[in-house]
């Protein structure tokens, strides 16, 4: 998926300015493909470019003039012939993960304490998730044009519970193993000292 992809999906709804397109997309599409607002303004304007939105400049009193972009057919063309397409796999890149597969070459704590980090990100992300849910589908049903969105909430509310029980997990365990490495080494020292 590229992002400009992205950003004629987010364009369906209704024409946006650049702004309103980027909060949009950190409020929506951005739980899942990160970008940036600089990244955002310059692949609007490549989609100008060839054709796949336009800009409509609306004036503004006591304001600067804002650009309002709307989808246009071959977007749409574009879009559809895009989704028609396999999807690929999202692949995972994690230093978190890569460092507990090294574990018994690091340092525990800090690795904690990332965890814990982690798991409270994990923790906020399923309360805003949660409080989408509620505020825009209160009968956790809907329309026919909504069903994407809520397929989309309900697989960020399991991914999001999912990774914060996997986070508690590993915090256990890592947990266990300080507590067994703290204690071992007192308790071979005073062998040691006694024997």
Known sequence: MALGDAILACLTER????YELAKTFDASIGFFWKADHQQIYR??????????????????SGKPNKLVYTLTPEGGAALRHWAARPSSPA???????????????????????????RLEHHRDRLARYERLLTKRFPQGTAST???????LLHMGLRHERSVAEWC???????????????????????????G
């Open 168 to 194: 508690e997990e590993a915090i256990d365990a890592l947990s266990a193993i300080s507590s067994r490495t703290n204690v071992l080494p007192l308790a071979d020292s005073q062998h040691d000292s006694n």
């Open 91 to 117: 692949s995972m890149k994690d230093d978190l993960l890569v460092r507990l597969y090294a574990l018994d070459s690091v340092d525990i704590e800090p690795l904690r304490d990332d965890l814990m980090a």
């Open 43 to 60: 692949e609007l304007s490549r989609l100008r470019d060839r054709g796949h939105v336009q800009g409509r400049e609306v004036v503004q």
């Open 15 to 18: 024409p946006m300015t650049g």
């Open 145 to 151: 044009a909504d069903t994407g969105r809520l397929l």
